[in-house]
């Protein structure tokens, strides 16, 4: 199916359109110092027109063994800014947009990452971590996004609660309308 990219959408978004939508799935999860997990996901990517950033938000829920929600999980909303500098990486067709994004959680964590999208694969890294005192430990995320077959697929690296950066979540999430 062809992307429609909205005419309002800012120009700095148009390398982010196949983002806009609602996403929703499941994934796995697990890190040395938790039992490994299943999770649902849903994710929220839309625009104000006329603005150089996505809104995002994410909502997640613990599944059991048959894939019933049993409790709310993570939230985290935040900004996707794509940057006016957009560089051709020797790939016919494709470009490398330079990404900043905002990310709040209500555990008390707040985060900045950069990185970058070429073509519909992006790859994150934190750039500042800030916890409030009662947050949990968090130091560093690495985070890799793409499109794949029309499904939204994502994982998280992470370093926390004194452990090096290593695999904690993963999801394969498809568009809802």
């Not at 909303?77 to 067709?93: D, H, I, L, V």
């Not at 979540?169 to 568009?175: I, T, W």
Request: hydrophobic share 35%; net charge negative.
């Amino acid at each position: 199916m062809p992307l429609e990219i909205p005419s309002d959408l800012h120009p700095n978004c148009v390398p982010l359109a196949f983002l806009l939508g609602t996403w929703a799935g499941a994934g796995v999860g697990g890190y040395p110092t938790i039992e490994s997990f299943n999770f649902g996901q849903e994710v929220v990517f839309s625009y104000t027109p006329g603005k150089p950033f996505l809104r995002y938000e994410s909502r997640s829920w613990l599944l059991d063994e048959d894939g019933n929600q049993v409790r709310p999980l993570a939230q985290e909303s935040g900004y996707w800014r794509p940057q006016e500098r957009t560089e051709a990486n020797g790939t016919a067709g494709t470009t490398r947009t330079h990404l900043e994004v905002l990310l709040a959680h209500p555990t008390g964590i707040s985060e900045i990452w950069v990185g970058e999208a070429d073509g519909a694969k992006i790859e994150l890294r934190t750039d500042v971590v800030a916890r409030t005192e009662t947050a949990k430990e968090y130091t560093a995320g690495h985070r890799l996004y793409g499109l794949v077959q029309g499904d939204l697929l994502w994982a998280f690296d992470m370093a926390a609660m004194g452990q090096p950066m290593q695999s904690h979540l993963s999801a394969q999430l498809k568009p809802t309308a």
